[in-house]
């Protein structure tokens, strides 16, 4: 199970798109994105704060869904068909916006049915109307929830850069917690890691080893 802010490409979304706006507002969210990943402030008290503060429109989602691609991380897709060359699930759990993250799926080889974020909902015009209240994703403790509904085969590995993907292995949803270090690093997450890796390519070397 991958995340994909930070860890499987070099943006993080949200943040991405908040840069599309006045400073200010850009500002306050990358503070707001810092303080959810961090685990300073539990992930559903910033979420909806976030989207509506940057409200993308479709083109914009789109848009966002091509920078994911030109911001992969090097070696995710030798890393992730190594992986499923070796008869290993790859699962993308986000709380990223799905739509975007399709792009960055169907780049790496990962189906779409595999690549779990929150939708959006849009106007007939393309406007920016709402998101999945509902979704778990949204939340801080979101993911261990995911991937326990999914019924992942066990052993479970989560590698992420956040205290959400932390939380899957804390919840015991995951046997095994990789923190990717490669774009951001963070001392709480670290603390309690498995496994620090800074690349794919050390990712790699770590569940395949040869
Ligand atoms: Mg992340």
Excluded: N
Aim: with cysteine.
């Amino acid at each position: 199970m991958l995340d994909a802010d930070s860890t499987l490409a070099a943006i993080e979304g949200i943040d991405w798109l908040a840069e599309r706006r006045p400073t200010e507002v850009a500002r306050r969210i990358a503070r707001l994105t810092q303080e959810a990943m961090a685990g300073t402030r539990p992930l559903e008290s910033v979420y909806g704060e976030r989207l509506a503060a940057v409200a993308p429109s479709r083109d914009e989602l789109a848009a966002l869904g091509a920078a994911y691609v030109q911001a992969v991380a090097p070696g995710a897709a030798a890393c992730v068909a190594a992986l499923q060359r070796a008869g290993v699930r790859v699962v993308v759990v986000s709380g990223g916006l799905r739509g975007a993250l399709l792009p960055l799926g169907a780049h790496l080889g990962i189906p779409a049915a595999d690549v779990y974020g929150v939708e959006v909902r849009f106007t007939a015009a393309g406007a920016y109307e709402d998101f999945d209240r509902a979704s778990p994703l949204a939340a801080q403790r979101g993911k261990p929830q995911v991937v326990e509904t999914l019924g992942l085969p066990r052993p479970l590995v989560a590698v992420g850069d956040g205290s959400t993907d932390l939380a899957i292995r804390s919840a015991g949803a995951a046997d095994l917690f990789v923190a990717f270090t490669g774009y951001a690093r963070r001392d709480h997450v670290l603390r309690h890691a498995d496994h620090v890796v800074d690349s794919f390519a050390a990712l790699r070397d770590l569940l395949l080893p040869s």
